[in-house]
């Protein structure tokens, strides 16, 4: 028998699915898109996702080996836009280990 007010553990644990499957819903949401512009081609990219992985994402092929920012295969170079990650020089930048910040034009080394 159960009782109106019972609460189940498994009541909690639907209550805490749902709430965490909203909020992921809702960043998710609110992520910034931006354009690319790669070898005459675009392609979107998302605020938290990397540039290979966005272009990989839409099969435009970018260079890279190990996808972990060792091999440095993926090097590209930003030719307009920001990102988060560059070296020294502000222009060069790991593919595999950088996220836009504002709609880029690229190309690879
Ligand atoms: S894929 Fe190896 S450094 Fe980016």
Redesign the pocket.
Known sequence: MRYQNHITNKDICMKQFNFFKHLHEKLKANRRHFTVVFKGQSFKAIENETL?NSALKQNIEM?????????????LFVLTGAVNNTDSDKSVT????TYPLSNLEITQI
């Open positions: 290979l260079a890279y080996s190990c996808g972990s920012g060792v091999c440095k295969q993926c090097r790991l593919g595999c280990k």
